[in-house]
């Protein structure tokens, strides 16, 4: 029920979604005696798509997910292991097109591999099935073994988890398949985002890794208040945020997660 839910509520929820459908009952209600509540909820829709679009409001919701947890220590040493989080290829793109084809999120791969090269003796468990309602064949795990290999990652270390279909179940499946034992570091490569919802998820499903964020939206606290040039990506940034926090709050709520803004320690 909490994936159906996040697959229709969450999706209806999310700005650019919800204001095109109060735009869209505004011009329905223009043809009726209800007219003028019509164009009221049509100013209203283009109004707040403008904010969101221009607006700093992405940045905003943004820069404290992203700052939550800092940049990964070397200083410990090696990991023994690397937990990389779906949401960078396109499993049924790559399907139609018989090759690998890597989303916005391509940093959590493009990390992962520097990270194994740098690290010789750590495994790389690559974890991402598919997170449509309705299922298909289409998997991340499948086309990430490829790719790893083709950056030069060996197949025996490659770990590849292929059902999980959202953040819980990554972190549920992968501590079941890598069974860390104590003394064990394992790092968690995701977007710096969703590095707090992922580590408390991580955390309840009993699995303790250390944050390595990548796939930074904000450059620093001068762009909290920067405007944007093309409503896209202002919109893009809103988008991304609502759902985090949207994420963080159904966790939470549910007791999936302990706190509400997950930190470090």
Same mark, same amino acid.
């Given at each position: 029920m909490f994936f159906l839910l996040s697959k229709t509520l969450?999706?209806?929820?999310?700005? +650019?979604?919800f204001l095109i459908g109060i735009g869209l009952a505004g011009a329905a209600l223009l043809a009726t005696r209800f007219a003028s509540a019509g164009r009221r909820l049509l100013i209203v829709s283009v109004a707040l798509l403008a904010i969101c679009g221009f607006s700093p409001l992405g940045y905003l919701l943004l820069y404290p997910l992203e700052q939550r947890f800092p940049a990964w220590d070397a200083s410990r040493g090696a990991p023994d292991g690397i937990v990389v989080l779906g949401g960078s290829i396109y499993a049924d793109v790559s399907t139609a097109h018989g090759v690998? $084809? $890597?989303?916005?999120?391509?940093? =959590?791969i493009? @990390?992962?591999a520097a990270l194994a090269h740098r690290y010789p003796n750590s495994r790389i468990l690559f974890t991402g099935g598919s997170g449509h309602l309705i299922s298909n064949d289409a998997r991340e795990a499948d086309y990430a073994a490829s790719l790893f290999e083709s950056l030069g990652i060996s197949r025996e270390r490659l770990i590849m988890e292929r059902r999980s279909r959202n953040t819980?179940?990554? @972190?549920?499946?992968s501590r079941a398949i890598a069974a860390p034992k104590d003394g064990e570091r %394992?790092?968690?490569v995701t977007s710096a985002y969703h590095m707090p919802r992922s580590i408390g998820l991580f955390r309840k499903a009993g699995f303790? *890794?250390?944050?390595?964020? #990548?796939? %930074? =939206? *904000?450059?620093g606290r001068g762009d909290v208040l920067r405007f944007a040039a093309l409503s896209l990506d202002g919109l893009? =940034? *809103?988008? *991304?945020? #609502?759902?985090? %926090?949207?994420?963080l709050a159904a966790y939470w709520? +549910?007791?999936k997660i302990d706190v509400l803004l997950p930190g470090p320690g």
């Open positions: 969450g999706i209806m929820l999310l700005p +650019t979604n690998v $084809v $890597v989303g916005g999120a391509a940093d =959590r493009i @990390a992962s819980q179940e990554n @972190a549920e499946f %394992w790092l968690l303790a *890794v250390e944050a390595y964020p #990548v796939d %930074w =939206r *904000v450059g893009d =940034r *809103v988008n *991304v945020g #609502v759902r985090e %926090w949207l994420g709520l +549910t007791g």
